[in-house]
Nanobody, 124 residues
Framework: EVQLVESGGGLVQAGGSLRLSCAAS????????IGWFRQAPGKEREGVSC????????YYADSVKGRFTISRDNAKNTVYLEMNSLRPEDTAVYHC?????????????????WGKGTQVTVSS
C-alpha cells in the first residue's frame, strides 16, 4: 500500500520560504513520478512540481517556476519541495502525489496516490 506523509507546512509572510517534505513508502512501480499538487478552497487541483525517477528530470507549473525547487533523497525515500518568494496566491493545501509518470501530476489530473496534505498559508 502506498503511503505518502507530508510535513513542513505553516504560516509565512509574503516573500518568505518553506520546505515541504514527503515521506514515501509502499511504492508499487519503478520508474515513477513523484511530486506535489495543491488545492485552495473553491479551486481545482493544480499540479505544482514533479520529479521523474526515470530520468531525474524535474517539472514545474509556470506559476512556481524559478521560485520552487523539487528534490529527493533516495536513501530516505523522501521528496522535498523548497518554496521561496512565497506569495499569498500560493496559499493552499499541498499534497504529495505519485503516479506512473509526471505528465498527469503536472496537469493536475486525478490519478495516482496522494497524501492527506499540509496547509501552507502565505500572508500579505
Amino acid at each position: 500500500e502506498v503511503q505518502l506523509v507530508e510535513s513542513g507546512g505553516g504560516l509565512v509572510q509574503a516573500g518568505g520560504s518553506l520546505r515541504l517534505s514527503c515521506a514515501a513508502s509502499g511504492l508499487a512501480f519503478d520508474p515513477y513520478g513523484i511530486g506535489w499538487f495543491r488545492q485552495a478552497p473553491g479551486k481545482e487541483r493544480e499540479g505544482v512540481s514533479c520529479i521523474s525517477t526515470y530520468d531525474e528530470k524535474s517539472y514545474y507549473a509556470d506559476s512556481v517556476k524559478g521560485r520552487f525547487t523539487i528534490s529527493r533523497d533516495n536513501a530516505k525515500n523522501t521528496v522535498y519541495l523548497e518554496m521561496n518568494s512565497l506569495r499569498p496566491e500560493d496559499t493552499a493545501v499541498y499534497h504529495c502525489v505519485t503516479d506512473i509518470g509526471c505528465a498527469r501530476i503536472i496537469l493536475g489530473l486525478n490519478f495516482g496516490s496522494w497524501g492527506k496534505g499540509t496547509q501552507v498559508t502565505v500572508s500579505s
